[in-house]
């Protein structure tokens, strides 16, 4: 599927560079060499052991998914959700759904029913690809809870367990036993392979969720600016907390990971001790960690002797990183990337004097500050004081198709091809840099997942025209939900039978002495 107009497209010439053909590649190069590493405290929260899979055997299991899909009867650029924790088979999920020549659709692991069910239905979603269970909960149950409610999904598939009836189990396709081939779709050779949709991920704004399409050049333009500002050597050892389920989380985990042919170690979030042994262990050199992980470790001297190359930190709240500590420790390289919603992630690495830079003011190259470098991005300044982005990493196009004559809500391109990120922002004298400064109006950011602040006090205000619900300030997660009710218990109980996000749920916890004491000392 190629969004716009394919005869203009065509103009871009037969390159054919698809993430699946970059991933063939270096399977080819290196098969023996260590892939892909699950988290070592696996079995803590997910059913199975920690995998260690070399390229060829990744490479075995993509093509297995890729198989099994086809066989399925899915048909070309059918969309596939995928709802995995930060384990191998989330990777070799979406590597399969590309060689089949489909689209993956990650989803959010915090999602609950109301919110995938949402995103699922106006994606016309075809199959859902998920897990048995995720720390005490039932994930191939919801799965199927889901798929009642999509009318488009045919198939459920799972990892992990004895499946539920009903679900396609997928643990055999580790199997070189059972392997259900099949040739992989010739993308490459065609024209425009790299114009195709390959994924995508879900924009939150005050009209709710909107799904955001990306095709292979530009998911490629986002991993190639964090790798180059990372200068992430070959075959480097990546340990990343960042589950792709994003267009961040695509950006800094698994496109690292494949431009760079090394290793990638996955962790998730979050076990401090067990994040601590896996980079020691699998002798990683570059982290991909949330900002406040970052700096909680420099604080702690975690890394004080024989540390990590390089920490790439991920701002999920970007006006909060120009007021952010100065980092403190020469041997190792901080590259900040502050994230735009599914807009653009613009990483940059801090200075001999450790502090934050500012975005610059028109085109930016990666690596930044290069004469010569690829132009990733350019920022502008809306009329209204807000930042506009556009340029190769930045979607071009609305989806799904022609959505953008209807009155239905969707990812707003302007004919220019700019973005307004709604994030407000200030300009040097020089023109020359942005400096973020607010957060776009009306949305609540928690640790990376949005939600329109209108739409969770509705929902609360249907249940107990009483309770209130507020967003405060959090140093760690950016905001936090706090609500209150005559019987918190009550309204915690119908909140899950509703399927809300659990973040929703948590906010009307019981906050007894002793849980605010605990929460503040940590």
């Known amino acids: 599927m190629i969004l716009g107009d394919p005869a203009a497209a065509a103009a871009h010439g037969p390159r054919g560079i698809t993430i699946d053909a970059i991933f063939r590649s270096a399977a080819e190069r290196h098969p023996h060499a260590l892939a892909l590493v699950d988290p070592a405290n696996r079995e803590s929260f997910t059913a199975g052991e920690p995998r260690r899979l070399t390229y060829a055997q990744a490479e075995s299991v993509v093509t297995a998914i890729a198989g099994r899909l086809c066989r399925m009867g899915l048909p070309t650029d059918a969309i596939i959700g995928v709802h995995l924790p930060n384990i191998v088979e989330n990777i070799l999920t979406i590597l399969g759904i590309l060689r089949a020549g489909m689209i993956a659709a990650p989803l959010p692991l915090l999602w609950r029913r109301a919110d995938a069910v949402a995103a699922l239905t106006q994606l016309g979603a075809k199959a859902l690809i998920t897990c048995g269970r995720v720390g005490g909960f039932n994930q191939g149950q919801f ?75 530009e998911l490629l333009a986002g991993g190639l600016a964090v790798l180059l500002e990372a200068a992430l050597a070959g075959q480097s050892n990546v ?12 950006c800094l985990t698994l496109l ?43 604080e702690t001297s975690a890394f004080a002797v024989d540390g990590p190359a390089c920490i790439v930190a991920a701002w999920h709240a970007p006006e909060r990183l120009a007021a952010s500590a100065h980092w403190r420790d020469p041997n190792i390289l901080l590259v900040d990337v502050p994230i735009f919603g599914e807009t653009a992630v ?54 799904p198709p022609g959505i953008e004559r209807s009155g ?46 209108r739409d969770l006090q509705e929902a609360v205000g249907r249940i107990d025209m009483a309770a209130t619900l507020a967003a405060a300030p959090d140093p760690v997660v950016g905001q936090r939900l706090i609500g209150d009710a005559a019987d918190r218990r009550t309204m915690q109980a119908v909140l899950n039978t509703l399927g809300v996000n659990p973040l929703l749920v948590a906010a009307f916890r019981d906050r007894s002495e002793r849980d605010l004491s605990a929460t503040s000392a940590a």
């Not at 340990?239 to 695509?250: D, E, H, V, Y």
């Not at 979030?269 to 909680?296: G, N």
């Not at 290069?370 to 989806?399: K, N, Q, Y």
């Open 346 to 399: 613009l990483p940059a690495r801090r200075g001999a004097d450790g502090k934050p830079r500012l975005l610059p003011y028109g085109a930016i190259r990666a690596p930044r500050g290069s004469a010569d470098g690829a132009v990733v991005a350019e920022l502008t300044r809306t009329d209204w004081g807000t930042i506009a982005l556009r340029g190769p990493m930045v979607p071009h196009h609305a989806f």
């Open 256 to 298: 690292p990971w494949l431009l760079s042919g090394g290793t990638l170690v996955l962790h998730h979030p979050f076990e401090p001790s067990i994040l601590v042994r896996q980079r020691r262990e699998e002798d990683c050199t570059t982290l991909m960690l949330p900002a406040a992980v970052a700096f909680a470790f420099a």
């Open 408 to 453: 239905l809500p969707h990812f707003r391109i302007g004919s220019d091809g700019r973005v307004d990120s709604g994030y407000t922002c200030r300009i040097n004298a020089a023109r020359t840099a942005i400096a973020v400064t607010a957060a776009p109006a009306g949305l609540v950011s928690i640790g990376g997942y949005r939600f329109p602040l």
């Open 239 to 250: 340990l990343s907390t960042i589950a792709p389920s994003s267009f961040a989380g695509i």
């Open 143 to 217: 799965a199927m809870t889901v798929a009642m409610d999509v009318f488009s999904i045919r198939y459920v598939c799972a990892f992990g367990g004895s499946p539920p009836d009903g679900v396609v189990a997928f643990d055999d396709l580790f199997d070189a036993g059972t392997l259900d081939s099949v040739p992989p779709l010739e993308r490459a050779a065609q024209v425009n392979g790299e114009r195709h949709v390959a994924a995508i991920t879900f924009e939150v704004g005050e009209n709710g969720v909107v799904p955001v399409a990306r095709n292979h050049a």
